[in-house]
């Protein structure tokens, strides 16, 4: 593919997938209502496990550049086998993400454009599937433009995050405020930090994009690093300014639309509608990203085997365009599906808890993949083995508790969805390790 990328594009494509104004809007109040007051702490802690999963990213993309990332780095770590599971857990935990962004892209832009529409699943979903197939038209021009329009979305979008978080504390804090709450159980506060995987998830995406990079090898891992470090930062002080005008109750009450609830907070219609844009603009780079990190993958799987081998083909512009159809395809038939939910809260809610424990999966898979891989090079024993094996056994503990409170309902769809890829995998493992 062509090398388009600099590292200032790897570092905004990687902020605007991690989407700050989309995740408060969408998982700032099931983190408040799990982690309470404590909330900005626990999403330190997910950050902090992050950032040593993205310090291994890093070291990875190095050692081998690949679009396939996460994927490509189990197959070499552990085989063919283990590499075409990790291959199912990213689509299960991505290809969902793609209608999780372009639902909620529906509904902010008929609460703009017809507020009676707006709580209409039905046209939620017709609405974010025209977000889905013009995410994908643009991507099937070019990485480059798509690239620039993130560029110049995530910047309103920080812009515009931190003129509401400078209103929020300037503001007088409510009686009552969430900030001022008592703290959470502690099984609570890991529900926070599981939730905050979802929040935080996007930085991933620079490393998908490394055969495109007109950087060093290094290049991507510090665009991922960058873009998460820059966003945990806005989170957190969006985060801290926003409990002190809400309480818990309300944040309880608005688990779909924090954002909304904070800008009638602090009062006016005209906050309302600021909000109302800037999740939209954030969505509509998530939508973008989230896109660019699938299709990116799936060539990759389907050039080693794993997927159909039309898949990892390119087209005369040295596009994945195949992989780009299809994502485009997919992405519009979930996001129409979603349509017949009774509602898109349900909808949002039954995505977000599962994807947060594939997701989690997926990164301590690739945590393990570093340590497996750089066991024995001494220059990466930090990097490589030490930090990665932490955030590996931190995942694993937080995901085991997430898991075993989780409802019955969602515990056996977490079960079911794992086990399918098994077979899956070993079908698929043993087809690409042929085709190698």
């Known amino acids: 593919m062509r090398r388009v990328l600099g590292i200032g594009d790897l570092l905004l494509i990687a902020a605007a997938s991690i989407a700050p104004a989309f995740s408060l809007a969408t998982t700032f109040g099931p983190m408040v209502d799990a982690g309470g007051s404590a909330t900005p702490a626990a999403l330190l802690l997910v950050t902090a496990i992050m950032a040593a999963v993205a310090v291994a990213y890093r070291r990875l993309g190095m050692r081998s550049p690949n679009a396939g990332s996460a994927y490509t780095w189990v197959r070499e770590a552990f085989g063919p086998a283990l590499g075409a599971y990790a291959a199912w857990v990213l689509i299960v935990a991505n290809v969902f993400a793609t209608v999780a962004t372009a639902v909620p892209a529906g509904a902010y832009t008929l609460a703009l454009v017809a507020p009676a529409l707006a709580a209409s699943p039905a046209a939620d979903a017709l609405v974010g599937t025209g977000w889905v197939l013009g995410a994908g038209g ?5 990485l480059q433009p798509t690239s620039r329009l993130t560029n110049a979305l995530v910047l309103i979008e920080f812009a515009i995050l931190a003129a509401t978080a400078v209103a929020a504390w300037l503001h007088p804090p409510v009686a009552a405020a969430a900030a001022t709450a008592l703290p959470p159980s502690a099984a609570g ?3 926070a930090v599981v939730i905050g995987i979802w929040m935080i998830d996007g930085w991933e995406v620079s490393a998908s994009t490394a055969e495109e990079a007109n950087t060093s090898a290094a290049g991507p891992g510090f665009g991922g690093l960058g873009g998460l470090a820059i966003s945990a930062a806005v989170l957190w002080v969006c985060m801290t300014a926003f409990l002190r005008v809400g309480t818990l109750d309300g944040f309880s009450a608005h688990e779909g639309d924090a954002m909304a609830f904070v800008a009638a907070g602090l009062g006016g219609p005209a906050w309302r509608l600021v909000v109302t844009v800037t999740v939209l603009v954030s969505l509509a780079a998530a939508l973008q990203t989230t896109l660019v990190y699938l299709t990116r993958s799936f060539y990759a799987m389907g050039r080693d085997g794993v997927l159909p081998f039309a898949l990892g083909a390119l087209d005369r512009r040295a596009q994945p365009a195949a992989a780009i159809v299809l994502l485009t395809g997919l992405g519009a038939l979930g996001t129409l599906g ?6 898109l809260r349900s909808a949002f809610g039954f995505i977000l808890s599962g994807t947060s424990v594939f997701l989690g999966v997926l990164f301590g898979l690739s945590a393990l993949a570093a340590v497996r891989l ?5 220059s990466a024993r930090w990097d490589g083995v030490v930090l990665p094996g932490l955030a590996a056994a931190a995942l694993a503990v937080l995901l085991a508790i997430s898991i075993w409170r989780a409802d019955p309902p969602t515990r056996w769809l977490l079960f ?7 077979p899956l995998a070993a079908w698929r493992g043993r087809a690409a390790a042929e085709f190698v």
């Open 374 to 378: 750089f066991a024995r090079d001494r």
């Open 338 to 343: 979603s349509g017949l939910s009774p509602s």
């Open 416 to 422: 079911g969805a794992a086990a399918a890829g098994v």
């Open 138 to 142: 643009l991507l099937l021009v070019g």
């Open 189 to 191: 506060w890991i529900g």
